[in-house]
């Protein structure tokens, strides 16, 4: 006998209705008082700290998920964060005691010490949510998947960006702007002088996390980048060191191996990105087939979006220099501090690490975050005015969470004015624990 079909009782609509896009429409428009351009560790700090003001903030990134590179690229590590030597101290305040609380808290995060610098290791998809849920419950205003299409400036002030997303164009106007993109985008289609490495390019880095790893037999850290020097050939391998971050008893990986040259021209953007990911496979079978025991049963859980060190900055009122860096040079208007050794990436196979002692840390003037041309725009992040030496040692998350606490400040102070003319011992003030406080880390 037949099983009957049953009558299907809830309601189906079938209804349609045709749809044309409207010539010349009008796109969306948008008022802040500060405008945020970046969601990544600087812009993030930025937004949030500019909520923390009373500010009607707008929180605008080009990708469909909030969290730059710290998430996406899946960098794995807050480096600069603390000072170096066996007894560290926090150098950057503000959302980060919240963030590391958190995180720490559900094992999301761990404290790593080392004789040079200190780190923590974190879970990326765990500091996603975290950054999601701040900037929700500070009330912030997010702009998604919207890229940067022009920049209107009207007597040395940004007056107006126009964005293309895919649900159609937007324009947002605002009393100040934070440019944390990375590649100095709204200062660059401001048309602001910028800067760009004039030998030769920065290398980037595709990240892998591996899952399935055994903490058990792990290589020692020396083990891995020798192992590279020795059979990387055979392999394919461009980098020729590499390192394994873990967060202990989860058993996974962030695997940082590869070195990728990150262009600013879109199709050759686009092609160094899959060969990044051909890179990051390579280095895996190596790690698998050297280091059985450890990374033999792994498998890749996520591929991170291209990560990029250093690309295009602005023409700031004042270029911090390397020579600053190795000198410790505390300028009138620091408004941040880290002692991460300077990290430039220079060359496909290996790269410049020159750490310092234990009691060494240097400092950022405000004036390398202030574009010569422009008097409501702050950078914070990597794309402020540094020469190549002095920025790698800077561009990390650490210091980069200063600026942007920093960049919000000086266009409070500045309100209608210049961000050029306001007070630097103001500043100096309000930015007061990322220069002074000293507490211990946790764990």
Request: hydrophobic share 40%; glycine share 10%.
């Amino acid at each position: 006998m037949d099983t009957p079909v049953p009558t299907v009782t809830t309601k189906v609509s079938t209804a349609t209705r045709s749809v044309r896009r409207a010539p010349n429409a009008p796109p969306s428009r948008h008022r802040a008082d500060i405008c945020v351009v970046g969601s990544g560790a600087a812009g993030i700090s930025a937004a949030l700290e500019a909520a923390r003001l009373g500010r009607d903030v707008l929180l605008v990134d080009g990708q469909p998920v909030l969290g730059g590179q710290a998430v996406n690229s899946i960098v794995g590590t807050f480096c600069g964060l603390f000072s170096n030597g066996s007894e560290p101290y926090q150098l950057t305040y503000g959302m980060v005691g919240d963030m590391l609380r958190d995180l720490g808290e559900t094992g999301a995060a761990y404290f790593r010490r080392s004789p040079h610098n200190n780190i923590v290791i974190y879970d990326e998809v765990a500091l996603g949510r975290w950054m999601e849920n701040a900037v929700r419950e500070a009330g912030i205003t997010v702009l998604l998947g919207a890229v940067l299409r022009e920049v209107v400036v009207e007597n040395r002030r940004v007056t107006l960006l126009k964005l293309a997303t895919r649900y159609g164009d937007v324009e947002v106007e605002a009393q100040g702007f934070v440019d944390a993109t990375g590649d100095a985008a709204l200062a660059w289609q401001a048309g602001f002088e910028c800067q760009e490495p004039a030998d030769g390019p920065v290398y980037g880095t595709q990240m892998v996390v591996l899952e399935n790893i055994d903490e058990a037999h792990l290589p020692s850290r020396e083990a891995i980048p020798a192992r590279m020097r020795e059979v990387g050939e055979k392999y394919g391998l461009l980098r020729r060191e590499g390192l394994a971050f873990v967060i202990p008893g989860r058993g996974i990986a962030a695997m940082n191996m590869t070195h990728v040259e990150t262009p600013l021209e879109p199709f050759a953007a686009s092609a160094k990105a899959l060969e990044g990911r051909d890179q990051a496979d390579r280095a895996v079978r190596f790690a698998q087939t050297e280091f059985p025991e450890a990374f033999g049963k792994s498998r890749i859980r996520s591929y991170g979006f291209p990560g990029i060190r250093q690309t295009r900055w602005i023409k700031g009122r004042q270029q911090l220099t390397s020579q600053d860096v190795v000198a410790g040079t505390r300028f009138p208007d620091a408004i941040a501090r880290t002692a991460w050794p300077i990290e430039l990436h220079n060359s496909g196979d290996e790269h410049v690490w020159q750490p310092f002692g234990p009691d060494h840390m240097h400092y950022i003037p405000f004036g390398s975050l202030t574009p010569a041309e422009g008097d409501n725009v702050v950078a914070a992040g990597r794309c402020i005015d540094a020469d190549n030496a002095a920025l790698s040692s800077v561009r990390v998350m650490g210091p980069c969470m200063a600026m942007g606490q920093a960049a919000v400040h000086a266009l409070d102070l500045a309100g209608s004015g210049s961000v050029h003319q306001i007070d630097p011992a103001a500043l100096r003030e309000r930015v007061r624990d990322n220069l002074e406080r000293r507490d211990r880390p946790y764990g």
